[in-house]
């Protein structure tokens, strides 16, 4: 079946603008986690969604980054007043359930954001 | 400290070779633990799971200690397309990740 996509695949972007990046989890997967890679480094955590839970915001930078989903399906990610600072790859996952041990997380293709 | 930190890369070793990575874990209340596989440019991708009495898939060995807060990732008989970087991931439950900055490991012909 089809695994996660993430739109779009590139994004550049001015400074002080607002940006909006969008994530299609594998269908049917309950959890949808959201990540931030920069060059040369690890994945940071940013928010993750479990059904109709509260979201766990604890790794977003900044109030600049805000996340929603709809349901159990698409979430947008939107950074406002872009820095170049927020120049990354932001990565997408999703699996069936948040919390159980072992859980395999699936992950997006990403989008590349440069803001210049 | 980082929560997870892993060995400086990169590794060049040879086709055939064996090759260990290391990673130690700082929160002891970790409950789950990953190792992923990253290609240039694409996105992460789960290599395996690592349990507490140690596992083994094919030419890939991981192992944990709990006491040490220590993971590591043994590849025997090395391949060319083995070549990626190596991300030691842990989880304290609740479905957030906790990444490595990972291990770039080239096998050279």
């Known amino acids: 079946g089809a695994g996660v996509s993430q739109s779009p695949s590139n994004k550049v972007t001015e400074k002080g603008k607002d940006v909006e990046l969008r994530c299609d989890p594998i269908s049917g997967h309950t959890a949808l986690y959201w990540y931030r890679q920069r060059l040369g480094q690890g994945l940071e955590f940013l928010i993750y969604f479990q059904g109709n839970s509260a979201p766990d915001k604890s790794g977003l930078p900044s109030d600049r980054f805000s996340a929603e989903r709809t349901g159990e399906s698409v979430s947008t990610l939107t950074i406002q007043r872009t820095q170049q600072e927020d120049s990354a790859v932001y990565l997408c996952a999703s699996s069936l359930l948040a919390g159980k041990l072992q859980e395999t997380q699936y992950f997006g293709p990403g989008t590349r954001l440069l803001v210049l | 400290r980082k929560e997870v930190e892993q060995d400086p890369g990169p590794f060049n070793v040879p086709e055939g070779a064996t090759v260990a990575f290391n990673c130690t874990y700082s929160?002891?209340?970790?409950?789950?633990f990953f190792w992923y596989r990253q290609d240039c440019r694409k996105e992460p991708k789960l290599l395996m799971s690592v349990y507490s009495s140690g596992n083994e898939d094919g030419r890939f060995t991981a192992q944990l200690n709990r006491a040490s807060q220590y993971i590591s990732l043994l590849i025997r008989d090395s391949k060319l397309s083995d070549s990626a970087t190596y991300l030691c991931v842990v989880s304290k439950g609740g479905g957030k990740l906790i990444f490595g900055q990972g291990t770039e490991l080239s096998v050279k012909p």
């Open positions: 929160n002891s209340a970790s409950q789950s």
